[in-house]
């Protein structure tokens, strides 16, 4: 059985570290900040995020939190729909899952600790190195931690590690210059909740809002909402010196309904900015090191599809199958992960990057009414693209041709209905 380093304790990291220990790896996980917590917005977890949690048995307690989200819906400003997207056009069965962090994080934590886990927090990882003995992992402080027989990276899309050790394989790892404003507030009358429905508007490419129900901290608690604001990176230091009475009213101008969340923001500090990177890489590890990067860290992207976190489960459900179909080859193992995504994270980093622009820019003239007239009716006028977008937006796809993707249906049992 392997040694294994995971550096970084956020979504991937704890998910991989899980399985391996669960596969009979001894795992440690190494943290740079002291006190490590959720960091994000609520997220979607789609379709394809259902099955890595199933096998990690935390399925049922996360449903309990989450919020079901049949619709994905967006609208200008007048109300003329653009985006329309119905899960169960695909399957009467099928639907997201709207969650917080902080609920997949405390679960994840608490398995950890059953396991016996080791967290090392406060621990800066700046290099990774490798002997006749393993692979080492160098702090900045000067330690140097190990041998290790594998090394994971999940340190997220700003990772600097990726870059010292991997960079002659790193393909970009760009800004979007659009970013993200976002607060999650009770959904007190829980009409979010009751619609389950992601709701969207949008003001030609420069403005776009909207509200994910979140589902919820503790059950006996109210239901909550993320409220997600569209901004300009160069922007966001203006936006911090503006009344925040300003801003609320620039949101209410576009959409009324965010009265009631608008009402529980008080101050800045209960809305936080998120810049999104496009980061490309291949292959996804380092054979002389015996390192992986998954998650953020390997392939972060826009959130325009809302794939981030499901795509980090698939990484360590995945790494953790390519290790068990080869028991005695670390080499081997990493080959396999990397072929075996390269088709499937392809895809969705290009399809984010050629959405993007039809939703967040300012760059292209006419993006915006050619979108709001032309994007609902194509996509709707033909079953078989209507099939392809849905099967996508599940997570389920595996390559750009109609045929490669993976069995969707196999996802839906009794214990998502």
């Given amino acids: 059985r392997m040694?294994?380093?995971?550096?970084?304790?956020?979504?991937?990291?704890?998910?991989?570290?899980?399985?391996l220990r669960r596969s009979g790896h001894k795992v440690q996980v190494f943290e740079r900040v002291n006190d490590p917590k959720p960091v994000g917005a609520g997220f979607l977890l789609q379709p394809s995020g259902f099955r890595p949690l199933k096998r990690l048995g935390v399925w049922d307690e996360l449903h309990q939190y989450g919020t079901k989200i049949e619709h994905l819906k967006g609208k200008t400003k007048s109300g003329r729909i653009v985006v329309d997207i119905n899960y169960t056009d695909l399957d009467p069965?099928?639907?997201?899952?709207?969650?917080?962090?902080?609920?997949?994080?405390?679960?994840?934590?608490?398995?950890?600790?059953?396991?016996?886990?080791?967290?090392?927090?406060?621990?800066?990882?700046?290099?990774?190195?490798?002997?006749?003995?393993?692979?080492?992992?160098?702090?900045?402080?000067?330690?140097?931690?190990?041998?290790?027989?594998?090394?994971?990276?999940?340190?997220?899309?700003?990772?600097?590690?990726?870059?010292?050790?991997?960079?002659?394989?790193?393909?970009?790892?760009?800004?979007?210059?659009?970013?993200?404003?976002?607060?999650?507030?009770?959904?007190?009358?829980?009409?979010f909740t009751k619609e389950k429905t992601l709701w969207q508007t949008f003001k030609k490419t420069e403005k776009m809002m909207g509200f994910l129900p979140t589902g919820r901290r503790t059950l006996d608690k109210h239901p909550l909402v993320t409220l997600f604001w569209s901004i300009r990176v160069e922007d966001m230091d203006a936006w911090r010196n503006r009344p925040l009475d300003a801003w609320k009213e620039v949101v209410m101008n576009l959409n009324a309904d965010?009265?009631?969340?608008?009402?529980?923001?008080?101050?800045?500090?209960?809305?936080?900015?998120?810049?999104?990177?496009?980061?490309?890489?291949?292959?996804?590890?380092?054979?002389?090191?015996?390192?992986?990067?998954?998650?953020?860290?390997?392939?972060?992207?826009?959130?325009?599809?809302?794939?981030?976190?499901?795509?980090?489960?698939?990484?360590?459900?995945?790494?953790?199958?390519?290790?068990?179909?080869?028991?005695?080859?670390?080499?081997?193992?990493?080959?396999?992960?990397?072929?075996?995504?390269?088709?499937?994270l392809k895809f969705y980093q290009n399809v984010s990057r050629w959405l993007n622009p039809w939703f967040q820019s300012s760059y292209v003239p006419g993006f915006g009414l050619t979108r709001d007239l032309f994007f609902s009716p194509i996509t709707n006028a033909s079953e078989y693209l209507k099939k392809y977008m849905l099967i996508a937006q599940c997570g389920a796809k595996t390559g750009f041709m109609p045929w490669q993707h993976s069995d969707y249906r196999f996802w839906i049992d009794e214990e998502t209905q």
């Avoid at 040694?3 to 899980?18: E, H, T």
């Avoid at 621990?123 to 027989?149: A, H, M, Q, R, W």
């Avoid at 050790?165 to 970009?172: K, L, N, T």
């Avoid at 998954?294 to 953790?320: F, R, T």
Wanted: with cysteine; glycine share 8%; net charge negative.
């Fill in 3 to 19: 040694n294994v380093a995971v550096i970084g304790c956020g979504i991937v990291g704890q998910s991989s570290s899980l399985f």
């Fill in 93 to 191: 069965n099928l639907y997201s899952l709207g969650c917080n962090r902080g609920s997949l994080y405390s679960i994840f934590s608490r398995e950890m600790q059953k396991l016996d886990i080791p967290i090392h927090t406060g621990c800066d990882v700046i290099n990774v190195t490798k002997t006749s003995d393993g692979s080492f992992l160098k702090t900045s402080d000067g330690e140097t931690i190990g041998p290790f027989d594998l090394v994971i990276v999940g340190d997220g899309s700003k990772s600097k590690l990726r870059q010292t050790i991997h960079g002659e394989h790193m393909r970009r790892a760009s800004q979007y210059k659009w970013g993200t404003l976002w607060s999650i507030v009770d959904d007190i009358d829980e009409r």
């Fill in 258 to 344: 965010a009265r009631p969340i608008l009402d529980q923001i008080h101050d800045r500090d209960q809305i936080i900015m998120s810049s999104y990177l496009d980061v490309r890489m291949f292959p996804y590890h380092n054979h002389k090191l015996n390192t992986v990067f998954l998650g953020d860290c390997a392939h972060a992207m826009s959130p325009v599809l809302g794939q981030g976190v499901n795509l980090a489960l698939q990484d360590a459900m995945i790494l953790n199958d390519a290790i068990q179909s080869n028991p005695k080859s670390i080499s081997d193992a990493l080959n396999q992960y990397s072929n075996e995504r390269k088709n499937a």
